[in-house]
């Protein structure tokens, strides 16, 4: 059997991250990375090779999540615009439609 894990990546890179927006990416030694996840420094290297791999991860981290994020307003947006587009006249100018969604604006 396997040894529980008690820290994940994504505890130890919020405890980064926290660090990085708070004191600035200087502040995130691997010391104050382990306080601030809780992580000892040797869960912190088994998981990353060293500190900046640590912050390439959290960085990668973010623009994902970044992605996901603005991926979903696009496609909510996009769905909005259609309902509000079937609902109107194709016929209409943005300007005289009555609908008052971001799809109002000129296409």
Do not use: H, K
Request: hydrophobic share 40%; charged share 20%; proline share 5%.
């Amino acid at each position: 059997m396997g040894r529980l894990r008690l820290y994940t990546s994504d505890q130890i890179l919020d405890g980064a991250r926290g660090l990085v927006l708070g004191e600035g990416i200087a502040a995130a030694t691997i010391g104050n990375i382990a306080r601030a996840s809780g992580a000892p420094p040797g869960s912190i290297y088994y998981r990353f090779d060293s500190r900046e791999t640590l912050l390439a991860e959290l960085w990668i981290r973010a623009v994902e999540r970044a992605q996901r994020l603005c991926l979903a307003a696009v496609e909510a947006a996009g769905e909005s615009q259609a309902a509000c587009r079937s609902s109107t006249s194709s016929s209409a100018s943005p300007q005289t439609r009555s609908c008052s969604c971001p799809c109002a604006a000129p296409i």
